[in-house]
């Protein structure tokens, strides 16, 4: 198979971009890393964070992550099989429900760091 | 057969089909035929006009022409599809590419060898194994809706192998066990009669096995009986993982392949 295989179905190509989103994941990581090791440099600190590159990073990684997580949201389904007597539950409704834990996890964190400012 | 380059009409189709002879040539070649368009013809018509009134040399597979058999699969325009359940209208007047299946060894023009197969067929056993033999005499091994509605989806794969040809890990790598020999292995898993789950585990919890599947899913999206090989797969996934944690954390527990 030629390396290009991954251009020749759309199918094909989106596959490999959700797989490629997680180098934003990991990248983004990195990037807190970065950030924390700063923390002693107020004006470094804002420096880094004003930085053109840093912010274009920012704006490319941010629908990198959100892809990321929907794909993955989206096919718990397929993982989570659930009988109720002869039927499934409904693949929406467990994707739903993750979706619900996605949105209640990030209220508890903005709780969090709004405990902080 | 024809000399001169066929055109197509309103009233006609062209298919370029994937020749390949190996007592005649050491490459294959694509042949041009122009072909009567009908609104109700799929490719297996045209293809079995070619055959009977164009060039009888043309070789392929096909059988019920419904879309039960598993047959007919063949790439048309580089996407595997039951040639009976790909329609010329879907198609014309643009010219309809038909080629063997992908990433099967090609016997001659549109036959493919399906030995590997068959072959990891039998490696998952995918066959009713009995919990407990039982004489005819006692009658038949019973089973609820309930039951059997939870098997009963992987119980439709055909064997077409269009999965296969869709799969490019299959593709890059022909040792992989692959979707439908997966997903055949998970109806019997599935099924409250069969007792061979642990059996089976050996084969598909493997480097081989589900392991080597990284969730294209274009299997599924192929599929022409709405198996859902992938889900397959991925259920096999997590069967493996739940008994992988058991193992290490109750080694002296009975191993238990809990099928989902």
């Not at chain 1, 920012?58 to 959100?66: R, S």
């Not at chain 1, 409904?90 to 964190?109: N, R």
């Not at chain 2, 055959?51 to 043309?58: A, R």
């Not at chain 2, 007919?72 to 595997?80: I, K, L, R, S, T």
Request: with cysteine.
């Amino acid at each position: 198979m030629p390396s290009t295989w991954w251009l020749k179905r759309k199918s094909y190509f989106m596959f490999m971009v959700r797989e490629l989103t997680c180098l934003f994941v990991g990248g983004y990581a990195l990037f807190l890393l970065i950030l924390v090791s700063q923390l002693n440099d107020a004006d470094g600190f804002a420096a880094l964070l004003k930085n053109p590159l840093v912010i274009v990073l920012q704006v490319i990684a941010l629908p990198m992550v959100l892809y990321h997580t929907v794909t993955w949201l989206n096919l718990t389904p397929k993982v989570l099989v659930i009988w109720r007597g002869e039927s499934r539950v409904s693949p929406v409704l467990i994707a739903a429900a993750h979706y619900l834990a996605w949105l209640v996890v990030s209220v508890i964190i903005l709780w969090i760091v709004s405990m902080y400012r | 057969m024809a000399a001169s380059e066929p055109t197509p009409s309103d009233k006609t189709v062209v298919l370029e089909v994937f020749r390949y002879r190996p007592e005649e040539e050491e490459e294959p070649t694509f042949q041009r035929y122009e072909v009567p368009y009908f609104e109700d013809w799929v490719v297996l018509d045209a293809l079995n006009h070619i055959k009977d009134e164009i060039d009888g040399t043309l070789s392929f597979r096909w059988s019920c022409r419904m879309g039960v058999c598993g047959s007919c699969g063949m790439m048309v325009n580089g996407d595997p599809k039951l040639t009976c359940a790909a329609f010329l209208r879907d198609y014309h007047p643009a010219t309809i590419r038909v080629e063997p299946l992908n990433y099967f060894p090609v016997v001659r023009d549109l036959v493919i060898n399906m030995e590997d197969f068959l072959e990891k067929m039998t490696e998952v056993k995918a066959w009713l194994v009995p919990k407990e033999e039982k004489p005819v005499s006692e009658g038949e091994y019973r089973q609820t809706p309930a039951e059997l509605a939870k098997y009963k989806q992987f119980s439709m794969c055909i064997n077409c192998m269009l999965c296969y040809s869709a799969c490019p890990v299959y593709g890059q790598n022909q040792s992989f066990l692959g979707p439908a020999a997966i997903a055949l292995a998970q109806r019997y898993n599935l099924d409250s009669r069969d007792g061979a789950t642990e059996e089976r585990a050996d084969v598909i919890f493997s480097h081989e096995g589900i392991w080597e599947c990284t969730f294209v899913g274009d299997c599924t999206r192929v599929c022409p009986k709405n198996v859902d090989p992938a889900g397959a797969i991925q259920q096999a996934k997590v069967s493996a993982t739940e008994d992988w944690y058991r193992s290490v954390l109750v080694p002296w527990g009975k191993r238990n392949v809990k099928s989902t």
